[in-house]
């Protein structure tokens, strides 16, 4: 991806991304998923309240030539001032969910892949019941046990942040369903469920993303 990054005309450059998703994900289809069982990592920060925007997790419509795979989403946008570009593969819950006040949303799963590290992020379209911009969750992967994990609210609270998005990758990439529990305010708690198929055939594509 570093050298298609490298290209300087658009259609050539988007066309050096297909051939990358092509063969990636014609080796990954070759490859068996490993299941891994338990939730995402959380890991220390030094400033956990630290307002991340949400804003540029709206990818644009997906680039011509970059192959979906399940039902994710995958887009690649250029890199402000010449940095790398950015890699953005999101994901729909299977269901719409509704908060209040009365309102629905269809929560999404996105993961980021942008200046060297992934970011991973759900958005659920609600405000959560946090402490200090932390927001305690439920996520279970496949019919594993469902642990609690803390994450962080973006600025603007509607999304919220795996500390670690690449152990959160690593999890996500060898499960085939999410199960995430989040608490809007004045709702109790809500559940979306993402089916992850398509992530492991999708992944090369994060890993060459990040790679110095």
């Known amino acids: 991806m570093t050298r298609a990054a490298a290209i300087l005309d658009d259609r050539a450059r988007l066309a050096a991304y297909d051939a990358v998703a092509r063969r990636l994900a014609d080796q990954a289809a070759g490859a068996s998923a490993t299941e891994i069982a338990g939730g995402a990592t959380t890991a220390s920060t030094n400033n956990p309240s630290e307002a991340i925007s949400s804003d540029p997790i709206e990818a644009p419509p997906a680039a011509p030539g970059l192959t979906e795979r399940g039902q994710w989403n995958a887009s690649v946008t250029a890199g402000a001032g010449g940095a790398d ?6 994901l729909d819950a299977v269901d719409p969910v509704t908060a209040w006040p009365s309102t629905t949303k269809t929560p999404v799963l996105t993961l980021r892949a942008r200046e060297g590290r992934i970011e991973a992020f759900v958005t659920t379209g609600f405000r959560c019941e946090d402490r200090n911009g932390r927001v305690r969750v439920s996520v279970q992967l496949d019919d594993g046990p469902a642990e609690r994990v803390t994450l962080r609210e973006s600025g603007d609270r509607l999304s919220l942040f795996w500390y670690d998005g690449a152990e959160a990758f690593k999890q996500l990439r060898g499960a085939e369903r999410l199960t995430f529990t989040f608490p809007p305010i004045h709702s109790g708690t809500r559940t979306a469920v993402f089916e ?8 090369p ?8």
């Open 205 to 212: 594509l994060l890993d060459d993303a990040v790679a110095e």
């Open 196 to 203: 992850l198929d398509g992530l492991e055939a999708l992944g």
């Open 85 to 90: 570009d950015v890699l953005v593969l999101s």
